[in-house]
């Protein structure tokens, strides 16, 4: 009996004695924004932004720099600057300038995928010209300059201007060869010394491609995928700027439903084509030319021209970028492999041909209650 109370002890201060492998946060410095950049000698400079307290116990931000061959020699070379051992636990961003994100960027995704205490969670984007002075901004009203960025990309994503992307969720497409990554674009205005969101950076493949949508495009292409509308606001101009008040032919409206269709099929001739049907319900928010019922229309004419002519605009800009956003080539792979095993995996989403159909099933005025 003594001895089975004894082998108790010894099992019980076992099991309490805690785990080895301790990570003590107050030995960590913690990081919350990560850039990539390319320098002119084709190294990889990295920058870290870390938040540290100063004397009146309020988050102040901390830039630490390093150029190095690959991301992994960057972050040993990082540590070496860090006051205390690197954590990217609670790194929220990965942003990319244009120099670095034209390559491939799996290489740099790497790491972040190896190491089990990386958040997956962390947003990408691609940042026009260099995206280290963007974690360097000094703003009056945020001292945090990870949580500045990371709340205006996510404000772009509740409006449905950009994609919500992050590492997790690209991991499946970057290797899947039948579709395409799109990131936020952002870009940092020198005249404000503020970041705004842009649009939406295409990449073929891996790589980004130079091209991007704007910021009425972005949301349109969201929509054509499928995606619900969230406030995504418009504005455009149906007169003529000859007229004595041009300003009074300038509709705003909001897109409160939508519903996308898409069919894809292959003639004897093995031609792609798809049909693109997007049923779109919209609200004014503003038409000083008068009243809305009255002129309703016209309104509907003028609405569909215009969606249709953007419609138009992206797929141009997609085909350009030879960006598959649709994933036309993972449709044809699942209904259509041997057209899919014969055509040329390089160029086939510029061969596509679109037809795209817009119908505006409804327009509203007034307050929606």
Request: charged residues 25%.
């Amino acid at each position: 009996m003594k001895n089975n109370k004894i082998w108790l002890l010894i099992c019980c201060s076992l099991m309490c004695t805690g785990c080895w492998d301790q990570h003590l946060m107050k030995n960590a410095t913690l990081v919350q924004t990560v850039t990539y950049d390319l320098t002119s000698k084709k190294r990889l400079r990295v920058g870290a932004a870390t938040p540290v307290l100063n004397s009146a116990d309020s988050l102040q931000n901390m830039t630490l720099v390093a150029e190095a061959n690959t991301p992994g020699e960057a972050r040993i070379l990082l540590n070496r600057k860090a006051s205390g051992l690197l954590d990217s636990s609670k790194n929220k961003l990965l942003l990319l300038g244009e120099a670095y994100a034209v390559h491939d960027i799996l290489p740099f995704l790497d790491i972040h995928y190896r190491n089990p205490r990386n958040a997956l969670d962390a947003r990408l984007a691609v940042v026009k010209g260099e995206a280290l002075p963007l974690i360097q901004l000094r703003s009056k009203s945020e001292s945090n300059v990870s949580r500045y960025l990371l709340n205006l990309i996510q404000s772009a994503e509740e409006s449905l201007l950009i994609p919500k992307e992050d590492i997790q969720a690209i991991a499946s497409v970057i290797m899947d060869p039948g579709e395409d990554v799109t990131l936020p674009y952002i870009e940092l205005e020198s005249s404000s010394q503020l970041a705004s969101v842009k649009g939406i950076a295409l990449f073929d493949k891996r790589k980004y491609t130079g091209f991007y949508l704007n910021d009425t495009q972005s949301p349109l292409l969201l929509l054509l995928k499928g995606g619900k509308p969230r406030q995504n606001s418009f504005s455009f101009n149906f007169g003529s700027p000859k007229e004595e008040f041009p300003q009074r032919q300038i509709v705003s409206f909001l897109i409160t439903k939508s519903n996308r269709k898409l069919k894809l099929t292959v003639d004897e001739h093995k031609q792609i084509h798809v049909a693109l049907h997007l049923k779109l319900v919209l609200r004014v928010i503003e038409y000083p030319n008068g009243d809305v019922e009255a002129d309703k229309d016209k309104l509907l004419r003028e609405y569909k021209a215009y969606f249709t002519k953007l419609t138009g605009e992206v797929i141009h800009q997609l085909q350009r970028a030879n960006c598959d956003a649709f994933g036309i080539g993972r449709m044809l792979m699942a209904y259509h492999p041997d057209v899919w095993r014969g055509l040329d995996k390089e160029q086939y989403f510029r061969q596509v041909k679109f037809s795209p159909n817009i119908v505006i099933d409804k327009i509203k005025s007034g307050i929606e209650h």
